[in-house]
């Protein structure tokens, strides 16, 4: 049985920048016992508070798992990962690194093209969601004031993107290529969202009809 520590680090690996309300509601606990914990995590340098805007009045603080927290999970690619990402960068052109994670995103579109064939779009908004929880995302989609919206509530780039912002556009390049769409990025957890949303504008669905 898992310690209520490691339910913990569980939930913000699966769900980054969670307040402690979030975490007491996700692990089953009050959240004065999540604030003992989160402290103790924060000692041994596994998690980290920081402050989030979100609208009017104070920020509010949520947690993330520092490299070391990520560590404790089978994820050690992390560090070798950001490395690896330093050294492309220190030794080619911007505009190759961006092709190759172009390259990356449509490769990965085309293993799916024959099973998008004939799909409505919300029918391929669904197989998106579900073909990126399988990569690590947390998914929901919604029809907003005549605007298809796509909110990527987790991301397991979360780590790497924030020393390298490059590898957001793969999710993005992904998407936009499964829906045959431009997905425009209107926030980014990065700068202090919540979540990252795309937004699809279904006049240019009626176009392409």
Same mark, same amino acid.
């Given at each position: 049985m898992k310690s209520t520590r490691d339910k913990i680090l569980r939930t913000l690996l699966s769900k980054p920048r969670s307040t402690i309300n979030d975490l007491a509601e996700a692990v089953g606990i009050n959240p004065?016992?999540?604030?003992?914990?989160?402290?103790?995590?924060?000692?041994?340098?596994?998690?980290?508070?920081?402050e989030e805007r979100h609208g009017v009045g104070r920020p509010r603080l949520v947690y993330i798992l520092t490299d070391e927290g990520m560590e404790r999970f089978p994820t050690r690619y992390l560090r070798l990962t950001t490395r690896l990402l330093s050294q492309m960068k220190d030794t080619m052109p911007g505009p190759v690194i961006a092709? %190759?994670? !172009?390259?990356?995103?449509?490769?990965? $579109?085309?293993?799916?093209?024959?099973?998008?064939?004939?799909?409505s779009m919300e029918e391929r908004l669904d197989f998106v969601q579900e073909m990126l929880a399988q990569e690590g995302f947390t998914v929901e989609w919604e029809k907003k004031d005549g605007q298809y919206q796509i909110h990527e509530i987790s991301c397991p780039y979360y780590q790497i993107g924030?020393?390298?912002?490059?590898?957001?556009?793969?999710?993005?390049? %992904?998407? !936009?290529?499964?829906?045959?769409?431009? $997905?425009n990025k209107v926030q980014c957890i990065l700068s202090g969202a919540s979540h990252c949303t795309y937004v699809i504008q279904t006049e240019k669905i009626k176009n392409q009809k």
């Open positions: 004065i016992s999540v604030r003992h914990h989160l402290t103790n995590l924060q000692i041994e340098g596994l998690v980290e508070g920081q092709k %190759l994670f !172009s390259q990356i995103a449509e490769d990965m $579109a085309s293993e799916y093209a024959s099973d998008m064939k004939n799909l924030i020393a390298h912002p490059e590898v957001c556009t793969v999710d993005q390049t %992904l998407i !936009s290529k499964m829906l045959a769409l431009p $997905a």
